[in-house]
């Protein structure tokens, strides 16, 4: 995987969910198909190795039609630092969850 480098825009690292999954923002969660609530730790580290956690900021809808359903959910912050790259994504959970890909929106 090419190292990842941010525009200067907040920069999104977006889960796409295999599944039924919706956010709920008062609680900060995600409601998973089996009901139970649950929220994926998405960080990036960078090439020396300093780890920056994301925080849930945006649903990622699965079309363009107007529906609800959720496809995915997008992880940032806005002072993520723009001069350096970051070679890696983790992606850590309690729950199982089901991805179908990974998108970085820098």
Known sequence: MPAL???G????????FVGDYTPDFQAQ???FPDG???????????????VFPLHFLMVHHRDRTGSNVMGGAGFGVPDLPTDRSYGKVRVRSD???????IIWRG
Do not use: A, W
């Open 5 to 7: 480098k941010p525009s």
């Open 95 to 101: 729950k199982p969850m089901k991805c179908s890909r």
């Open 9 to 16: 825009k907040t920069s999104l690292v977006i889960l796409e």
């Open 29 to 31: 969660m995600l409601r």
């Open 36 to 50: 139970t609530m649950g929220m994926p730790e998405v960080q990036l580290v960078d090439q020396q190795g300093n």
